[in-house]
């Protein structure tokens, strides 16, 4: 069964829908806020691979109450560093033992709209765990590489998501998500992002290639 960019917008559309339609949405909403550290990298196609870097996530959200406290819908809105490692996937090859590739990496900045089912499961010693699945949209903002921190882009301050030689600036996928929040609201979550949008340059040397975000994480948060 394949599911194209026009079925996800639709499953998107119908979550966020049912969230502001919700009559839980007008009652006691929860709120809350959290940071962390993304480990990112891209799947690719042709047996190419890329290595994770380090960036750097902070959002915030709202929690809708779907059925108690056991489960909600939580929207939100987050800056999302993602990225990757190691050069030959992105010079196509060239010499996969030149050891400047393995300097090479991408830095970009997303902005993210996740839409997460979270189920929640109290335990005794206070507070609960829950867990947490749905989609994103992300919308390419800024990016930029390098080799052994020397910017190799003609522009000097980045490139520009959409060009036929930079990457594609629309992503969607799925998120993952699991934690633990204490009574006082202190949360912490472990999370991966599934990049579903191909976000290879459309150029002549990128017709068959794929390029896919790939992100996990951990953050710190604290819900009101």
Do not use: C
């Not at 490692?85 to 030149?98: K, L, Q, V, Y």
């Not at 089912?117 to 590489?145: E, H, M, T, W």
């Amino acid at each position: 069964m394949h599911f194209s960019k026009k079925d996800f917008f639709r499953l998107f559309l119908a979550i966020a829908a049912f969230a502001l339609g919700s009559p839980a949405f007008a009652q006691e909403l929860g709120y809350g806020f959290r940071a962390g550290v993304n480990f990112p990298s891209y799947s690719l196609s042709n047996n190419f691979s890329a290595g994770s870097t380090v960036n750097f996530q902070v959002g915030a959200f709202v929690d809708v109450p779907l059925v108690g406290d056991f489960l909600s819908l939580q929207p939100g809105l987050s800056l999302q560093g993602k990225g990757a490692a190691g050069g030959e996937w992105f010079f196509n090859a060239g010499e996969p033992n030149d050891p400047a590739l393995d300097d090479f990496k991408q830095n970009t900045m997303w902005l993210d709209i996740p839409v997460n089912v979270v189920g929640k499961l109290q335990i005794p010693a206070g507070g609960f765990v829950f867990a947490g699945l749905g989609p994103y949209l992300g919308f390419g903002l800024s990016g930029k590489n390098t080799i052994d921190g020397e910017e190799i882009t003609e522009q000097g301050s980045g490139f520009k998501f959409g060009r036929d030689d930079s990457l594609r600036g629309l992503d969607y996928g799925v998120n993952f998500s699991l934690g633990y929040q204490l009574p006082l609201g202190v949360h912490l979550v472990g999370g991966y992002g599934l990049g579903l949008a191909n976000l290879a340059p459309r150029n002549e040397f990128n017709y068959n290639h794929t390029q896919k975000n790939s992100v996990w994480s951990i953050s710190l948060g604290y819900s009101l």
